[in-house]
């Protein structure tokens, strides 16, 4: 099994969000990727949102892209 680094995960879920909003299948194929692995990788990622506010997320979000 492949493992990638945190910067190659950060790279590849910030096409998911704004201004690219690939969906997760589009950055699969073009990353060479297995879907599940993305939405693995996704899914802490995901959690550590839930727990901001919106405007903590904004400012989070500005500052990945």
Avoid: D
Wanted: charged share 25%; net charge positive.
């Amino acid at each position: 099994m492949a493992r990638y680094s945190s910067e190659r995960k950060e790279a590849v879920l910030k096409k998911l969000l704004p201004p690219h909003n690939m969906t997760v299948m589009e950055v699969a194929r073009s990353e060479g990727i297995a879907y599940q692995t993305l939405y693995h990788c996704k899914r802490p990622a995901n959690y550590a949102l839930s727990s901001l506010t919106c405007q903590g997320k904004r400012l989070l979000r500005s500052h990945l892209r």
